[in-house]
């Protein structure tokens, strides 16, 4: 089992030390059995530190925010940030590494092993307990839950509220970091894409009707796009926003402008969103699953992101945020890639 | 008027005002959300809330404002496109969702009138359902001068009582709507007006979330304009969009033109729902960006509804829902914020 | 007298090879349908799936990428990169449910005019019984 208590001395350590400027972690919502993001700047603010099964967020999403800030200031503070990162956390920030986004010296990561287990699905737990008011979720031992209600405690096997993500990880401890908590754990998943069978013995109308129907729900919050760590691009494909107008420009130039995606949401613009999102992730993304967390509506965005893994996984034997220094899936290629699809 | 209708028969009222559009909470798969009936069997009115609130259907994300064609550089034919007024039925209304139109009423019509949302809205009639049991952890009604069974906004408010519903109008609109349906109903007997009564009193206890400053956020607000509160405040803050597309109050909108042609030159100018958390809301033309921190933004969502809307029409511009709160993917939390603008020494 | 549906193919095609393919088969008066709208890229390998989009978005009802052999690209290695990203274009088309057929890509010299002229007659004819592209056409 993780030890908090460890997590806690080695963060004390470091921001006593002066080695970090402050530390991305988890700390317990007001009220609320869930847990929110923190950042700890001063040593007595260690103890609102916590590790349990509702730490789902992906905190590298935040190196982007210190990155800008450094951008904004004229003498920068040059000290790195503590981050805690799960196994799929991890991951992002070799991809960031690798695509020299952030430099390895800007971070200092504290990775903290998922062991056996993993996080929760909030959707799940919803829906058992309905009604039911949850105080305190915790690890055990055997990394089970151990389930505080307004009724009593309870102890669940980890299997039935994991998150999706969780199950189809082989990835629970971290690949990158400085100091590492909780125990190394093998885990070997068979059927990684499993989830993915479900289209693969269905017709092409049936998967249009499938999407069709999940991405008409879209609003276009963009929360998707803003909670993964590797949507940082400042002026996205959806933002079109460089445009000069003076008093001279024509309504033909104004129409001829390029705009990829509009902001309507209709199927088209939905679709054309998406699907460009899930490309510009090919080979990037690394299963952190916030992306269909986050989502208002409900839209299952792994699958898209998942089929993108796979066709890189088989087609090209790529996986994303294993090594910074191998070139990214689309920036490299092999003489023999596979091209029976083209005449 | 007060009458009581029978559970089951909801379905025969409403097949009786099937001149009118008619619009009831529907679940696809886990979510909630307002949408069209063809078949009045298919409506429950047992549910928590809908993801998006009903502003969609009077004020919806996308609106054409007016179509242009032009074959030559000299003219350009334009031809406004202005909604049609449709008698329509939103069923299933939740106080505070109610309140958020009534309010946008205020800001839509106030002044100089959004002749779109005003043809929805003229021949629009809203039945409320009150909240039993807050149908959130997040919910705060009664800290902004709400309620969960408060009638503002609404032409009919529905209280669940075990098999009935107590069906209560406030409005001629509302008068009407019952009389379209008056077979079905009863008068309603001492002991159901008891019931009622005990049924919301005991509803606006059960709300956990409370914040007891709203009378002087505003003056404490006016003062805070350049306190650090909001960057510590918003470094969480993912700056997605989800708090402001699924308030009730909430109205924003951004104003393209989108060229479905370049020749001849055709196209529609089109408004869509935007959003004062998105990085590129406040872009100027020239690249300058006044709000291009997430500290200033956040600022000026708590501003524009606990001290701009104030000032103006003496009510703030949120009714509690707690949407902001469930669906922020990091938990930030309005009632905390409030609570820490209440007590903080610079 | 009902008409006959014709596909609107758009051609991205690159400058060296596959557009110069194009015009030989053209000079030598080869006949191809005329359902392909030709688009000139300088190099396959600087298609970004936005234009694949793009021209479904508008209406096309079938989409040709077409470029240099590998080994022979104007710029050494942009057809390489071409042959990766739009293989993955290519499997996220038929994941959320578009007709593998309205993607197609090729590899088209400049010398081999009659190719180019036969990948279009087949394209046209593989396209005729699917009918119009609505799925992803604008809805705007």
């Known amino acids: 089992m993780v030890s908090l208590d460890d997590i806690k001395k080695e963060c004390k350590s470091i921001l006593e030390k002066g080695k970090v400027k402050y530390i991305i972690g988890y700390k317990k919502k007001n009220n609320f059995y869930l847990s929110v993001p923190a950042f700890i700047e001063k040593v007595n603010e260690i103890d609102q530190l916590i590790w349990d099964p509702t730490c789902v967020y992906n905190l590298v999403r935040y190196l982007r925010d210190e990155k800008l800030r450094k951008e904004r200031q004229k003498n920068p503070d040059t000290r790195p940030v503590g981050v805690i990162v799960k196994g799929c956390d991890s991951r992002s920030i070799n991809v960031l590494l690798q695509e020299k986004f952030i430099k390895r010296e800007d971070v200092f990561i504290i990775g903290v092993t998922c062991e056996k287990s993993g996080v929760i699905d909030e959707k799940k737990l919803n829906k058992k307990f309905e009604g039911n008011c949850i105080k305190k979720i915790e690890f055990n031992e055997d990394n089970n839950y151990v389930i505080t209600l307004e009724t009593g405690t309870t102890t669940v096997p980890y299997k039935e ?39 693969e013995s269905i017709s092409t109308e049936e998967k249009w009707i499938f999407w069709k129907k999940e991405l008409d729900k879209c609003i276009r919050c963009y929360a998707c796009r803003s909670v993964c760590p590797m949507c940082y691009c400042d002026e996205c494909v959806v933002d079109s ?67 993108m893994e796979k066709e890189a996984n088989e087609q090209f034997g790529y996986i994303a945020g294993i090594d910074p220094e191998k070139p990214a899936l689309v920036s490299c290629f092999k003489d023999d890639d596979p091209q029976d699809f083209i005449r | 008027m007060q009458k009581i209708l029978l559970k089951k028969n909801l379905s025969s009222w ?58 030559n550089e000299q003219e350009m034919k334009l031809t406004e496109v202005v909604p049609e007024e449709l008698p329509t039925v939103i069923f299933g209304v939740r106080s505070c969702d109610a309140r958020g139109l009534a309010k946008l009423e205020k800001i839509f019509k106030g002044g100089f009138e959004d002749i779109y949302f005003s043809k929805r809205n003229n021949l629009t009639i809203l039945v409320g359902l009150a909240c039993k049991i807050p149908i959130s952890a ?152 006044p709000r291009s921190n997430k500290a200033s933004r956040l600022r000026q969502r708590i501003m524009h509804k606990f001290n701009y809307f104030n000032e103006e029409c003496k009510e703030c511009l949120c009714t509690g829902c707690g949407r902001c709160i469930s669906q922020c993917p990091v938990g930030i939390d309005i009632v905390e914020i409030l609570e820490k603008v209440n007590v903080y020494e610079e | 007298m009902e008409e006959k549906f014709e596909p609107k193919i758009v051609a991205l095609l690159c ?53 240099c052999h590998p080994g022979d690209c104007h710029y050494i290695k942009g057809n390489y990169y071409a042959r990766r990203r739009l293989a993955l274009v290519k499997k996220l088309l038929e994941f959320i449910g578009i007709e593998p057929q309205r993607f197609q890509m090729s590899w088209v010299s400049a010398a081999e005019g009659a190719k180019f002229t036969q990948i279009i007659k087949d394209f046209v004819k593989e396209l005729e019984p699917l009918g119009s592209q609505n799925k992803l056409r604008s809805n705007l």
């Open chain 1, 161 to 199: 509220f994991l998150a999706d993500r969780c199950v189809d990880c082989s990835h629970n401890t971290p690949l990158v970091y400085d100091v590492l908590m909780g125990k190394k754990v093998e885990r070997s998943v068979s059927e990684p894409f499993k989830s993915l069978g479900r289209f």
């Open chain 1, 241 to 307: 926003i460089n445009l000069a107008v003076n008093p001279d420009t024509t309504a033909e130039e104004k129409a001829q402008k390029i705009r990829w995606v509009e902001k309507s949401p209709v199927r088209s613009e939905n679709f054309n969103y998406h699907l460009i999102r899930a490309l510009h992730l090919a080979g990037r993304c690394t299963d952190c699953g916030e992306c269909e967390r986050v989502c208002p509506v409900d839209i299952p965005l792994r699958y898209l992101n998942k089929k």
């Open chain 2, 14 to 71: 409403l097949k009786k005002i099937t001149a009118h559009r008619i619009y009831a909470p529907v679940k696809t798969g886990e979510v909630w959300s307002y949408e069209l009936i063809d078949n009045p069997e298919n409506i429950t009115l047992d549910y928590p809330n809908t993801a998006i609130p009903p502003k969609k259907i009077l004020f919806p994300q996308r609106e054409v404002l007016l179509e242009f064609e032009s074959s």
């Open chain 2, 138 to 289: 997040n919910c705060f009604c009664t800290s902004v001068d709400g309620s969960p069974h408060s009638e503002e906004g609404l032409d009919i408010v529905m209280t669940n009582i075990g098999e009935i519903y107590f069906v209560e109008s406030f409005t001629k609109n509302g008068e009407k709507l019952i009389e379209s349906g008056i077979d079905f109903f009863n008068d309603p007997e001492e002991k159901h007006k008891n019931e009622l009564k005990q049924i919301h009193q005991e509803s606006e206890k059960k709300i956990k979330q409370h914040f007891k400053g709203i009378d002087n956020i505003t003056s404490r607000l006016t003062k805070m304009f350049e306190s650090d509160i909001w960057d510590k405040e918003s470094l969480s803050c993912i700056r997605c969009g989800v708090c402001t597309y699924s308030c009730p109050v909430c109205h924003c909108f951004d104003i393209n033109d989108e060229v479905l042609c370049t020749f001849p030159l055709k196209g529609k100018r089109v408004r869509t729902w935007d959003n004062c958390q998105f990085p590129d809301f406040t872009m100027h033309s020239s690249g300058h960006n």
């Open chain 3, 15 to 67: 400058k060296w090879c596959s557009s110069a393919g194009s015009d030989l088969a053209g000079v030598s008066r080869m006949k191809y349908p005329p359902n392909v709208v030709p688009i000139t890229v300088m190099c396959s390998g600087s298609i970004s799936p936005d234009y694949i989009f793009s021209a479904f978005k508008n209406g096309a009802d079938g989409v040709l990428v077409s470029g």
